[in-house]
T-cell receptor, first 115, second 112 residues
Framework: GAGVSQSPRYKVAKRGQDVALRCDPI?????LFWYQQALGQGPEFLTY????????KSGLPSDRFFAERPEGSVSTLKIQRTQQEDSAVYLC?????????????FGQGTRLTVV | GESVGLHLPTLSVQEGDNSIINCAYS??????FIWYKQESGKGPQFIID?????DKRQGQRVTVLLNKTVKHLSLQIAATQPGDSAVYFC???????????FGKGTRLHILP
């Protein structure tokens, strides 16, 4: 596709359930970022990949959060044992080469609601 | 810690007037500053960026000003249109190979 694609668009999970959120970056983009955006707030950094290497995961809020990008393209953000505070929009972004100094393109996000 | 903030959470502007959205940042070592526009239900959209060695950059109907002395960033939108209604975020990047740090955002409301 022409842009960053995220799926599902919406996800409702029962507390304690595991979820997996998918990001398809723009083809050929080296860098991939995950952000968490709570209602009315700015996006908060979670983790960053350059190709398949996870260079920074300092923003992951707990060990229940795990991200991977095994072949350097599609990425999955997994949240185990979801809690109500995990409810947010999860945004993925990609950029052509290393780092966000070049223009980063964001997907529409996955809205996760934990009930 | 890292902090990019905004002076006003909501800005109302008459259609056709110019809009000025302000932002204060705290990391004087940041190398890039970016403005994003986020419409409801969408991801942030890049508007314009500026490197720390510049003080002004112009795009189509937008201008970004950087004042490093007071650590202030602003976005000027000329002849504001209804389609400009959105939340605007300033953001900073410490260096080129690093993550984007977002501020809280300013909602721009266009009055008819």
């Amino acid at each position: 596709g022409a842009g960053v694609s995220q799926s599902p668009r919406y996800k409702v999970a029962k507390r304690g359930q595991d979820v997996a959120l998918r990001c398809d970056p723009i083809s050929g983009h080296v860098s991939l970022f995950w952000y968490q955006q709570a209602l009315g707030q700015g996006p908060e950094f979670l983790t960053y990949f350059q190709n398949e290497a996870q260079l920074d995961k300092s923003g992951l809020p707990s060990d229940r959060f795990f991200a991977e990008r095994p072949e350097g393209s599609v990425s999955t953000l997994k949240i185990q044992r979801t809690q109500q505070e995990d409810s947010a929009v999860y945004l993925c972004a990609s950029s052509l080469d290393g780092g966000a100094g070049t223009e980063a393109f964001f997907g529409q996000g996955t809205r996760l609601t934990v009930v | 810690g890292e902090s990019v903030g905004l002076h006003l959470p909501t800005l109302s502007v008459q259609e056709g007037d110019n809009s000025i959205i302000n932002c204060a940042y705290s990391n004087s070592a940041s190398d890039y500053f970016i403005w994003y526009k986020q419409e409801s239900g969408k991801g942030p959209q890049f508007i314009i960026d500026i490197r720390s060695n510049m003080d002004k950059r112009q795009g189509q109907r937008v201008t970004v000003l950087l004042n490093k002395t007071v650590k202030h960033l602003s976005l000027q939108i000329a002849a504001t249109q209804p389609g400009d209604s959105a939340v605007y975020f300033c953001a900073e990047i410490f260096n080129r190979d690093d993550k984007i740090i977002f501020g809280k955002g300013t909602r721009l409301h266009i009055l008819p």
